[in-house]
């Protein structure tokens, strides 16, 4: 190819065969526009077809082809009929169910002498079952195939069919063209690039099965790391950029800290002295501060988040303080404020709902510098909000800022600096997952609770013990305890949730007429969240019955019984943050979690870990272990859950390596990386996982 020579692989989808304008447009939708792009729309999974499993040995949740002999066909009636048969092929039986059929497929699969069949073994009432599999009766064309099959990520309406066609054909242009192996002697590999890619869409016969499936074959770990190499500098880059920005070079000179720390109830723990010594040694920096300070729930981040915020004010700049939650916010503005007004610091408050005049007051406090501190949710960063001189960005509980939000911000501060950032969160990530998810940020870790906290114990319970559990914590609150009964989501919807809430309220209100019990969800106002907390914070209230908005920040250290209904629906790192909020006095504190039988075994294997232990580290690398990076770091965190080879944990022994490839390119090919970053993280839709 010479230099004038287009690349084929950067030509339009629409010079492939079949690709007319309406499949052009979804494609495009989809993130596809060249024929390079096919070649990174990894298959998500593989099936294997290409051997006959014997019954007795079939995988749960493994995918098979199995061959035997039709013992029963007959349709079972009821409400929904369903066509059932069983398969034998003198290792075991197997059951078969289909719920859309014609009456004629049971007579035929009845009379059928052989029947060969392709689909997900699960467990059923002791044996083992298949709903709705492929299969074929009485013939030698098998559902056997050569290969392992790829199963593409897709969404409605594109078929496994059509992604097969498309690939097919750009890895033909591969072929033909030369694609950049941009980790060439970099990289001991057995693949080159091209090789690699070509593995992943059509594992040759013969493909390690096992390894493929286990993402552990070597063209996979080839791509995989490329992949991870590609995040992790333009994480890198993002840094770089910020870090090349001016910033307030901060050094307060100590006359509000000294009567700050007199007037708390309590000395920091080492952990917290620690880490605000790291944070201050940044913001003394003249470019901007990038850090993120993990410590378990109830380790104490609020006080390290005061402290910065003290050091800015003392040199005359502001801060704003961002949560996630209203609720959060409020607390925060709660507990800032009974530290910093008897030290005549002026807090201000926005949120989307100050509205009208109580608005223009705020906005012109923030714009004339007299206030502060600012505290509120994302209403703080949209426009209209300008800073006489925004120094410092907080923001709690896990949001991450994306890159519009940061740019966003230096407009805010004066003269082009950018504020320094702290990020505080309660979700630990496990080490070598932070250095792809957080290569970005400087990590401070909190690792010590402040003292006399007795760990929480934490019991199952099945859902049908829920009387039990009502006269239990009757007795408790009557015992002058308080408790938290925490309903979970049942659909994404604030509305079905609260009600969900309401009636077990109503529920409780009946059952234990005694108790003064409270009631908060999402659809409350401000002010009359504020009431319910304040109450309860107070004592007023003995029971709060709580959707799981009180799942962050919320502290009310009497508070020592939880009850936590659908604990199955929630993320560990949820159930952590929710249990985090008992265990914060000196009394012992129990959490309860009703769970609805039957638990699928994924489902008790996350609920024993949350029994075991208290630790959020453990469970957060138990989280990862069982369920993969997308929970941990939720939705929001984009970037990881689109990975597109790359698998974690499987590919966790890679991320070790990450770090010095990504080094090394930069030293000697620092013109391959900016090729690199575009190839992996360009932007892309989510495709449904199928
Ligand atoms: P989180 O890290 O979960 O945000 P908080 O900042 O809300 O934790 O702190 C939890 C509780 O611990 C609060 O009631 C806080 O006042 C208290 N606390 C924080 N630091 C200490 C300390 N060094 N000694 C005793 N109590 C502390
Ligand atoms: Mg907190």
């Known amino acids: 190819m010479t230099a004038s020579d287009p690349n084929p692989l950067l030509a339009p989808l629409s010079t492939l065969r079949g690709v007319g304008p309406k499949l052009l447009a979804r494609l495009e939708e989809l993130g596809l526009s060249q024929i390079e792009d096919l070649l990174y729309h990894f298959p998500l999974r593989y099936q294997d077809r290409t051997q006959v499993t014997p019954i007795g040995s079939l995988r749960e949740g493994a995918d098979a082809v199995v061959q035997g002999s039709v013992r029963v066909a007959s349709i079972v009636p009821g409400r929904r009929p369903t066509l059932m048969a069983k398969v034998d092929d003198g290792t075991g039986l ?33 044996g083992i079952e298949m709903v709705h599999p492929e299969y074929r009766l009485d013939t030698t064309d098998t559902l056997l195939e050569e290969a392992l099959t790829p199963i593409y990520p897709t969404v409605e309406g594109l078929g496994q069919g059509l992604w097969r066609k498309l690939t097919e054909q750009a890895l033909n242009v591969l072929g033909q063209a030369a694609a950049q192996d941009l980790l060439e002697s970099v990289v001991e590999s057995d693949f080159n690039l091209a090789e690699a890619i070509r593995y992943l869409h ?20 080839r791509l995989a790391l490329e992949e991870l190499v590609a995040h992790h500098l333009s994480l890198q880059a993002l840094r770089a950029e910020e870090k090349a920005c001016p910033a307030l070079a901060i050094k307060g000179d100590g006359s509000l800290i000294a009567p700050f720390l007199k007037a708390l109830p309590f000395q920091p723990t080492d952990a917290q002295e620690r ?72 807090v201000a408050w926005l949120s989307g709902k100050v509205k009208g005049r109580a608005r223009d007051a705020v906005l012109q406090s923030i714009a004339e510098g007299s206030a502060s501190l600012v505290i509120g949710t ?3 960063f949209q426009e209209g909000v300008v800073f006489a001189s925004l120094a410092l960005v907080i923001v709690d509980e896990q949001h991450r800022f994306g890159v519009h939000q940061r740019l966003a911000l230096t407009e805010k501060s004066p003269g082009q600096t950018l504020p320094h950032q702290l990020v505080l969160t309660a979700t630990p990530i496990p080490r070598t997952l932070s250095m792809v998810a957080y290569a970005d940020l400087d990590c401070s870790v909190i690792d010590e609770l402040p003292p006399g906290r007795t760990p929480v114990t934490t019991t199952l319970l099945d859902a049908q013990r829920r009387s039990d559990v009502i006269q239990r914590v009757g007795a408790a609150c009557a015992d002058g305890r308080q408790a938290y009964w925490v309903c979970t989501l049942i659909e994404e919807s ?35 969240k504020e009431t319910v907390m304040a109450d ?73 870990v949350m029994r075991q232990s208290t ?34 944990p499987a590919h966790e022994q890679l991320l070790e390596q990450v770090v010095d490839v990504a080094n090394q390119l930069l030293k000697r090919h620092p013109d391959r990386c900016a090729t690199l970053v575009d190839r992996w993280t360009g932007e892309r839709q989510a495709f449904a996982r199928v």
Request: hydrophobic share 45%; proline share 6%.
């Open 494 to 528: 604030d509305n079905v949730d609260a009600r969900a809430a309401e009636a077990t309220f109503a529920l409780l209100a009946e059952q234990l007429p005694g108790l003064s019990i409270g009631l908060i969800h999402g659809r409350l106002s401000a002010a009359d």
């Open 615 to 648: 630790d959020g580290f453990y469970i957060a690398e138990q989280d990862l272990r069982l369920r993969g990076p997308g929970e941990l770091l939720g939705t929001r965190q984009t970037g990881l859950t689109s990975f597109r080879v790359a698998q974690l």
């Open 378 to 380: 994302h209403a703080l």
């Open 275 to 346: 880490v605000i010594g790291e944070i201050l040694a940044d913001m003394r920096e003249p470019s901007p501060m990038l850090r993120l300070v993990q410590g378990d729930v109830g380790s104490g981040k609020t006080l390290v988040a005061a402290m910065a915020c003290i050091n800015a004010i003392e040199s005359g700049h502001q801060i704003a303080l961002m949560a996630p939650t209203e609720l959060l916010a409020e607390q925060h503005l709660q507990t800032f404020g009974q530290w910093l007004t008897p030290l005549g610091i002026d």
């Open 202 to 221: 059509r594992p040759p016969p013969g493909a390690p099965v096992d390894s493929m499936r286990d993402w552990q074959h070597p063209a996979q770990l």
């Open 536 to 608: 309860f914070k107070s004592g007023a209230l003995q029971l709060l019955v709580a959707t799981t908005v009180i799942e962050v920040g919320v502290d009310v250290p009497n508070a020592s019984l939880m009850i936590i209904e659908n604990p199955e629906r929630l993320g560990l790192a949820q159930l952590h943050q929710l249990r985090g909020r008992i265990g914060r006095g000196a009394v012992a504190s129990h959490c309860l979690m009703l769970y609805q039988a039957p638990l699928s075994r994924q489902g008790r294997e996350r609920l024993e």
């Open 94 to 126: 197997l059951t078969l169910r289909f719920f859309h059929f014609r009456r004629a497929q049971a007579q035929q699969i009845k009379s059928a002498d052989s029947i060969t069949l392709f689909g997900q073994a699960r467990p059923s009432g002791g």
